[in-house]
T-cell receptor, first 114, second 117 residues
């Protein structure tokens, strides 16, 4: 069975601070894919980033970066120089093995204060 | 269209009524998914289509839930004899070919917020 845990329920930061969102996953499959989605108040889930289990290189894309560590089953997401528009619920999701569907964590509500 | 379109945006029904929720995926996307999202929770998988074939319906909570995609594009999720516990946001997602091992992301619609009175 697959499981995604986002221990942080809510985070508040002041604009321009960096913020890291934690994600821990569980799977028995050796091939899997990890995703981060953003859900603003409008409700639509917006795809942000993805990572394959066989590629542990960490990357930076604009203000977003992620840290994938197989040894600790973690896939953390960092926003640099946060902005008010970053306020949303962020979900970590796992697609594991031959499964087509995503397994989501419970989400982290991020509030960026001006 | 440019994105996944869902209608209606909001639906209020009385307990016991039947409801139908529509999803229009991104043009050309083979795979289509339905998820249910309770308040304050992450989305939970309901069912999956590859073209018109429903390949996985393991997440449907009861036989009152039924989904179809007859021509491999638009999909409808139907809930019969609605109950209060059916109140949730229903999200539709589509993706390009989602083979056994594929990192294609799913693209979501705005969802339908269903309230059962």
């Amino acid at each position: 069975a697959q499981k995604v845990t986002q221990a942080q329920t809510e985070i508040s930061v002041v604009e321009k601070e960096d913020v890291t969102l934690d994600c821990v996953y569980e799977t028995r499959d050796t091939t899997y894919y990890l995703f981060w989605y953003k859900q603003p108040p409008s409700g639509e889930l917006v795809f942000l980033i993805r990572r394959n289990s066989f590629d542990e290189q960490n990357e930076i894309s604009g203000r977003y970066s992620w840290n994938f560590q197989k040894s600790t089953s973690s896939f953390n997401f960092t926003i640099t120089a946060s902005q008010v528009v970053d306020s949303a619920v962020y979900f970590c999701a796992l697609r594991s093995g031959s499964a087509r569907q995503l397994t989501f964590g419970s989400g982290t509500q991020l509030t960026v204060l001006p | 269209g440019a994105g996944v379109s869902q209608s209606p945006r909001y639906k209020v029904a009385k307990r016991g009524q039947d409801v139908a929720l529509r999803c229009d995926p991104i043009s050309g996307h083979v795979s289509l998914f339905w998820y249910q999202q309770a308040l304050g929770q992450g989305p939970e998988f309901l069912t999956y289509f590859q073209n018109e074939a429903q390949l996985d319906k393991s997440g449907l909570p009861s036989d009152r839930f039924f989904a179809e995609r007859p021509e491999g594009s638009v999909s409808t999720l139907k809930i019969q004899r609605t109950q209060q516990e059916d109140s949730a946001v229903y999200l539709c997602a589509s993706s390009q070919w989602t083979g056994t091992y594929s990192n294609q992301p799913q693209h979501f619609g705005d969802g339908t917020r269903l309230s059962i009175l």
